[in-house]
């Protein structure tokens, strides 16, 4: 016992090294915002809060395909859906095959089914590599999404599965969305602390060989057909997780909620926060989903009228260059409309800082080390210095 004791210490120990130094206080900061300042907001903000955890575990599921292994995957959102739709399946009154069953024992259906069908779309796109993979993965997400449209007497179509069973606790049932946020904190929590300690095992080493260059890998004895298998499985199942936390939180499975979009946010959440880095992808959440929805909250509104004085010295700075050139630039509007004008157009925004965040930092806010260093020393420099050339 005592012995055991000390491992998980090591382990503890061993996992908060492996943060850098200057994101520890934002980790501290999240812990102690989760803990003490849950009351504080509204519904609303907790439902923002929840999105960014829920994107966040999806993000972290995706990096250990594309991040870690390098298989380009746009269907992450068919693992997503089976999370969702097992536990909906299942565990609606209104579904034709409600079993009746405890959330806590669809759960780990859930996962299993997710990783055996991460498996499944593995096996026929082995040899695949690059844009290939791709598309292929591109279309076996529509496929699910398609296949969950038609098979009524599953999924009820288009009409969806509502009233879906709630996590019970045996104290409680989980039905807040403060509640779910804890629950989907966590799982975030677990997830990262998973992807991390894969990382840096053998298999995480596999991985990255694999991404590196596949056929070296193979020339190495590494057995990619199993690790990239495994890359699959492991993406797959983090996908259902999230889909078997958003099913009860929703209350509403449907396929229109499992578009083309889903993938696509998750996999710019990998790109934009680092690829290969488990942090990285919680900062990408932030960025990518809760941005957006920060950008229409009414105390944004309400903040930005603080910066009213801004309209009366920018207008005469229009004015004079609407007198100097062809263009005829509006005039700021009133500040009561600046919150109105801002969610209309947030998307704008959103954009531009998508922009700014990929130019000034083009291997993501916090890559891994590896991939700074590749970005830093490209290949083509290093061959070229080695040859002696420039």
Same mark, same amino acid.
């Given at each position: 016992?005592?012995?055991?004791?000390?491992?998980?210490?090591?382990?503890?120990?061993?996992?908060?090294?492996?943060?850098?130094?200057?994101?520890?206080?934002?980790?501290?900061?999240?812990?102690?915002?989760?803990?003490?300042?849950?009351?504080?907001?509204?519904?609303?903000?907790?439902?923002?809060?929840? +999105? &960014?955890? *829920?994107?966040?575990? =999806? !993000?972290?599921?995706?990096? /250990?395909?594309? $991040?870690?292994?390098? #298989?380009?995957?746009?269907?992450?959102?068919?693992?997503?859906?089976?999370?969702?739709?097992?536990?909906?399946?299942?565990?609606?009154?209104?579904?034709?095959?409600?079993?009746?069953?405890?959330?806590?024992? +669809? &759960?780990? *259906?859930?996962?299993? =089914? !997710?990783?055996?069908?991460? /498996?499944?779309? $593995?096996?026929?796109? #082995?040899?695949?590599?690059?844009?290939?993979?791709?598309?292929?993965?591109?279309?076996?997400?529509?496929?699910?999404?398609?296949?969950?449209?038609?098979?009524?007497?599953?999924?009820?179509?288009?009409?969806? +599965?509502?009233?879906?069973?709630?996590?019970?606790?045996?104290?409680?049932?989980?039905?807040?969305?403060?509640?779910?946020?804890?629950?989907?904190?966590?799982?975030?929590?677990?997830?990262?602390?998973?992807?991390?300690?894969?990382?840096?095992?053998?298999?995480?080493?596999?991985?990255?060989?694999?991404?590196?260059?596949?056929?070296?890998?193979?020339?190495?004895?590494?057995?990619?057909?199993?690790?990239?298998?495994?890359?699959?499985?492991?993406?797959?199942?983090?996908?259902?997780?999230?889909?078997?936390?958003?099913?009860?939180?929703?209350?509403?499975?449907?396929?229109?909620?499992?578009?083309?979009?889903?993938?696509?946010?998750?996999?710019?959440?990998?790109?934009?926060?680092?690829?290969?880095?488990?942090?990285?992808?919680?900062?990408?959440?932030?960025?990518?989903?809760?941005?957006?929805?920060?950008?229409?909250?009414?105390?944004?509104?309400?903040?930005?009228?603080?910066?009213?004085?801004?309209?009366?010295?920018?207008?005469?700075?229009?004015?004079?260059?609407?007198?100097?050139?062809?263009?005829?630039?509006?005039?700021?509007?009133?500040?009561?409309?600046?919150?109105?004008?801002?969610?209309?157009?947030?998307?704008?925004?959103?954009?531009?800082?998508?922009?700014?965040?990929?130019?000034?930092?083009?291997?993501?806010?916090?890559?891994?080390?590896?991939?700074?260093?590749?970005?830093?020393?490209?290949?083509?420099?290093?061959?070229?210095?080695?040859?002696?050339?420039?």
């Amino acid at each position: 016992m005592r012995s055991l004791r000390a491992s998980w210490g090591r382990v503890q120990e061993q996992t908060w090294e492996r943060i850098p130094s200057r994101l520890r206080p934002i980790v501290w900061f999240l812990i102690a915002f989760s803990v003490v300042f849950i009351n504080r907001f509204d519904d609303t903000w907790m439902r923002m809060f929840f +999105l &960014v955890g *829920l994107y966040a575990t =999806l !993000g972290m599921g995706l990096n /250990v395909v594309v $991040g870690m292994a390098g #298989l380009l995957d746009l269907g992450f959102v068919a693992f997503f859906a089976t999370g969702a739709y097992t536990v909906a399946i299942f565990g609606s009154p209104v579904s034709p095959h409600d079993a009746h069953l405890n959330y806590w024992v +669809l &759960v780990p *259906l859930a996962i299993g =089914l !997710g990783a055996l069908i991460g /498996v499944l779309l $593995g096996l026929p796109v #082995l040899p695949l590599r690059g844009d290939y993979l791709a598309i292929v993965t591109l279309g076996f997400g529509e496929i699910i999404r398609i296949l969950a449209l038609n098979m009524n007497d599953y999924t009820r179509g288009s009409s969806g +599965l509502f009233e879906i069973r709630k996590p019970d606790l045996g104290f409680m049932v989980i039905e807040d969305v403060r509640a779910f946020y804890v629950m989907i904190l966590v799982a975030a929590l677990a997830v990262w602390f998973v992807t991390s300690r894969i990382r840096d095992s053998r298999v995480g080493r596999a991985w990255e060989a694999i991404r590196e260059d596949e056929d070296v890998a193979a020339a190495m004895g590494i057995n990619t057909t199993r690790y990239k298998l495994m890359a699959f499985a492991t993406g797959a199942a983090v996908g259902a997780i999230g889909g078997a936390i958003y099913a009860p939180f929703i209350d509403f499975v449907a396929p229109q909620s499992f578009s083309l979009q889903v993938s696509i946010n998750v996999l710019a959440i990998v790109i934009i926060g680092g690829m290969g880095n488990t942090t990285g992808v919680i900062a990408g959440s932030l960025i990518l989903i809760g941005v957006p929805e920060l950008l229409q909250f009414q105390e944004t509104a309400d903040f930005l009228q603080k910066f009213a004085w801004l309209r009366d010295v920018l207008n005469p700075v229009i004015h004079g260059f609407n007198t100097v050139t062809f263009l005829n630039l509006p005039d700021l509007p009133q500040p009561e409309d600046w919150g109105k004008k801002l969610a209309l157009y947030r998307f704008v925004v959103f954009g531009l800082l998508m922009v700014i965040v990929m130019v000034l930092r083009p291997m993501g806010i916090f890559p891994s080390k590896r991939r700074e260093l590749e970005f830093e020393n490209p290949p083509e420099a290093e061959l070229a210095a080695s040859q002696g050339v420039g």
